[in-house]
Every structure is written in C-alpha cells, then in structure tokens.
C-alpha cells in the first residue's frame, strides 16, 4: 500500500511540473523595436547608429513579466559621442503605454543587468553609481516625447551625467514588473498605443547630431496558444488519470 501510494504522489507531481512547463511555455512577449527617428534627429550614417536604436521585450513570467531593455543600434566613438538614452530634461527617458487601469498600480525591481565589451571603458562605475538606480515615474498621459501629441504613461528616467552612468551602447537592464490589482499585468498590458494612437514606444537619445526622439509604430507579439494549451492540459489529466488506474489501485 505505501508503494502504490508513493507511486501515485509521484505521478501527480509529474503531471502537475508537466502542465507548468506546457502553461510557462506558452507565455505571452511583447517586443518593441525603436527605428523610427522623430522630428528632425540624427543622421545614422554620421552618428554612427543603426536601426533598431533600442529594443525593449516585455515577457510574461511568474508573478508578473519581465521587461529587458537593450541598445543595440547606438553609437559609441570614445567617450566624447557615446549615444545614450536621456538627456537631462523631463521626460528624458524612455517611455511606455500601459492598459489605463494599470497606471499607477505598477512595480519596477531590477533583476539584473548587463555590461557588453564595448562599453569598456565605461566601467567600473563609481561609488554609488548604478543603472540599477534609474527612477521610473507613472501617470496617466503624462510623459510627452517629440510632441504634446504623443503623450505616455510611463517614464523610465535615464541618467544624464557621464559615460559610466548613462544607459546607451553595450548596456541592457532587466526589470521584474508587477501589480497590485487583482489578476496582476501581463506583456499584452504593454501592447498600447499612445494617446496619439501612433507609437507604441518614444525614447529619447542624446549625444547625437540633434538630440531627438526614437520610436516605435508596432511590435511584435506572441500570444498564449489557448488550443495547445488546452490540448497539452488534457493529456496531462489522461496521463494522471492513467497512472492512478495503474498504480493507485487498492
């Protein structure tokens, strides 16, 4: 009887890690490609940049997404032109829409970031100093980017002081987001227009031509597979259900 019984915990835990696994990998993302340059910015050719500029993922995890910020088309020629994220006047940073109810509810905790070669020698930072320190500020509409027009929710405020504290080339941050309203925020949350219902994202880049604004006019989504879903649930139920027939028996 203690064998049987044992066997068939264990077969319900497997199934259970089975429909975690089947439900976490269906996980919503949202991907968002700034390339589109706003109201007179610079010339990539003589600012040394690329489009993409910056690339932000909202990603659905555990307990709320997961939001990873790179800039993978900016310039860097020594320290005198390092393109970054940010100069100095509000808003300065990088900017998002959310679903209204969302706005104000939400919590941004830095899980990590990364320091790319090319960014040597900006690093080591000095005492004290951390992109990890970067405020984020919410409100509804509040945050312009090239215009009154486009007005945003959410300002990820970039430091605007020297190479080894300003967010641009070689550099990425993580951010676990979370909500305290009830059923929490997903990546599609962050699927939104502004409120000129053109972009989707704004940030803005100094140490160009013309300090100016980047955006984005769409994204790219993955979506939870509600029939794969449910058919990979169903034959982990079946699984289970056979399993306690063989083994749960008495």
């Not at 203690?2 to 089947?22: E, H, Q």
Request: one cysteine or more.
């Amino acid at each position: 009887m203690k064998k049987t019984t044992t066997i068939c915990r264990l077969s319900a835990l497997a199934a259970a890690a089975f429909i975690a696994a089947s439900l976490n990998a269906s996980a919503g993302s949202v991907t968002m490609k700034l390339g589109t340059v706003l109201a007179g910015g610079f010339t990539p050719a003589t600012d040394l940049s690329s489009a993409p500029y910056v690339v932000a993922t909202f990603t659905d995890v555990a307990g709320g997404v997961s939001l990873n910020l790179s800039c993978p088309g900016l310039g860097f020629s020594g320290s005198g032109n390092y393109q970054h994220v940010g100069t100095g006047a509000a808003p300065d940073g990088w900017l998002f829409n959310v679903t209204d109810a969302q706005v104000g509810h939400l919590t941004f905790a830095v899980t990590g970031t990364t320091i790319g070669a090319t960014s040597s020698p900006l690093y080591p930072m000095p005492a004290g100093a951390s992109i990890a320190t970067f405020a984020v500020s919410q409100g509804l509409n509040a945050y312009d980017a090239a215009t009154t027009a486009e007005k945003f929710d959410i300002d990820i405020h970039f430091a605007e002081a020297d190479t080894m504290t300003e967010f641009g080339n070689g550099k990425s941050i993580t951010y676990l987001i979370t909500s305290n309203l009830a059923g929490g925020v997903s990546a599609a949350d962050f699927a939104k227009f502004d409120a000129s219902g053109t972009y989707y994202s704004a940030a803005q880049i100094d140490d160009t031509t013309k300090g100016t604004w980047v955006a984005t006019t769409g994204t790219t989504q993955t979506v939870p597979d509600a029939a794969s879903t449910a058919t990979l649930l169903g034959l982990a139920l079946l699984g289970l259900g056979g399993c306690r027939r063989m083994f749960c028996q008495v």
